[in-house]
């Protein structure tokens, strides 16, 4: 055996060795990568998960912050008298939203939903894989990545959309309105007739079915709120003296314009998460980007909706009207909402102005036909929604006559059942205060309170012993 062949029997048999070796390192490579990109897929579907549950937690407490903006526009357009009451019903009303919501509202409106309405089952909550996997049951944590979101981001998100809607009413009806009565319809408004509505649209019911377009609630909530509004305002009737004889309006001026502009900017900015929000999620480029375009949209058709208001309101009403602007601000943003989802954003100008003219309009119809809303919340929400709806067809995708059916179907049926509420609350317990209270003010004649008392003479204890009706 020559020296030379050994080394050629010992470099063929490594060289067969080396390929092994190379062979199984691209296995071991191959593998790992699968292994990273296995892991990547479920870290990634995990951070989108976070993301998605997060921003509805986000998005909704923007919405509930729009509560404290309803507050602060009422308890300045009303008289001073009428503050206290004013801060009761609302902090009350958003309360009786969420609790009527859990109860009974969101499975009317989401779940088991036929072509009309959901289910009856009472209360909601997490899945029964959340809860597992709260009390560490790892195995449970796939089945809850699949949903995209936590369960109850989900609902907080929807509930506090109910509760805009009941605020509609409130500022309408106030200083006249039994607070009792109001509480009681707001309660069937948002355990009931909201639910019904948001079924037949974003709970996949017979207008959803028609692809029936209104992407965070120009009708869902904002008409169907003025369409309770309108109600009420008709039941209730107007405040004593506001309507003369002669037919002339008599003013009633705000008793705080500061915290009524204060009030439009919190609204403004609940707005971002009312229409962003409305996006439904944030898990990538396309969602970032989508929602970028509908704040600004929804930012460029307040702006519009204000300066045409204030613009127009010299030729409609006389005068140019602070008042008037404000309420065009929110008609633009009302407007805008019903589709923001565009991208050529001339037209969110262009919507939103025409919803600050329409908006102004509607504040001197109902003057002309003696409905008295305090706070013009008709002509904001529910004249300024249905043009949303239907502009919703000259860029963001809307069907006319789909989108005129659900307007109509909206309107019908939430008037219809509002009007006979009031109308069977009116002769079950009255829908106003008394003549003395509402000349005392409902502060003092009911509440005992006064929201501004360094600033006002309190009323004789007499009177309003006599207001409250006792001895």
């Known amino acids: 055996m020559s020296m030379h062949g050994f080394p050629t029997k010992v470099s063929g048999f490594g060289g067969h060795w080396s390929r092994v070796a190379a062979a199984g390192g691209l296995v071991a490579a191959l593998g790992f990568l699968w292994l990273s990109t296995a892991a990547d897929a479920a870290v990634d579907k995990e951070v989108q998960f976070v993301l998605n549950t997060f921003s509805f937690l986000i998005w909704g407490a923007l919405v509930m912050w729009m509560c404290a903006g309803f507050t602060m526009l009422e308890s300045g357009m009303v008289r001073t008298k009428n503050v206290s009451m004013i801060c009761l019903k609302n902090i009350g009303l958003y309360s009786i939203a969420g609790l009527m919501y859990f109860f009974i509202g969101y499975n ?39 949903n995209n979101y936590a369960t109850m981001s989900d ?34 408004l948002t355990g009931i007739i909201y639910p019904i509505v948001g079924a037949w649209t974003w709970g996949a ?21 003025g369409w309770a509004a309108l109600a009420g305002a008709i039941v209730v009737g107007p405040r004593r003296g506001k309507f003369r004889p002669d037919g002339s309006v008599k003013t009633t001026p705000p008793s705080n314009i500061p ?116 706070v013009g919340a008709v002509p904001v929400h529910l004249f300024a929604g249905i043009w949303g709806t239907l502009a919703t067809c000259i860029v963001a995708g809307g069907n006319f006559g789909v989108q005129l059916l659900g307007v109509v179907g909206v309107g019908v049926f939430v008037f219809v059942v509002s009007y006979a509420l009031w109308m069977a609350l009116k002769h079950l317990m009255g829908v106003r205060v008394s003549h003395a209270v509402e000349e005392l003010g409902q502060d003092a004649g009911e509440l005992g309170i006064e929201a501004y008392p360094e600033f006002m003479l309190m009323p004789d204890p007499d009177d309003v012993a006599a207001a409250r009706g006792e001895d």
């Open 259 to 374: 915290i009524v502009t204060l009030g439009i900017f919190i609204l403004w900015f609940g707005w971002f998460g009312f229409n962003g929000g409305s996006q439904l999620a944030l898990s990538g480029a396309t969602d970032a980007i989508a929602i970028s375009h509908i704040l600004v949209n929804t930012n460029l058709a307040g702006a519009a909706g204000f300066i045409v208001a204030l613009v127009v309101a010299r030729p409609i009403l006389g005068r140019i009207d602070l008042l008037a602007g404000l309420n065009g601000a929110l008609a633009g943003l009302v407007s805008i909402t019903a589709g923001p989802d565009f991208t050529t954003h001339i037209w969110a100008v262009i919507i939103g102005g025409v919803g600050g003219a329409i908006c102004v309009g509607g504040m001197r119809l109902l003057d002309e036909l003696k409905v008295d809303d305090v």
């Open 108 to 146: 009317l409106m989401y779940v088991d939903v036929g072509s009309f309405i959901g289910t009856f089952t009472g209360l909601y909550g997490p899945t029964a894989n959340e809860v597992a996997l709260l009390a560490g049951q790892e195995e449970a944590r796939e089945a809850v990545l699949k």
């Open 155 to 188: 609902w907080f998100f929807q509930m506090v959309f109910v509760a805009t809607t009941a605020s509609i009413v409130s500022g309408t009806l106030a200083e006249r309105v039994r607070l009792w009565t109001f509480f009681l319809f707001i309660a069937i």
């Open 205 to 225: 019911g017979w207008l959803g079915a028609m692809e029936f377009k209104d992407f965070a609630g120009s009708t869902i909530v904002h008409s169907t709120g």
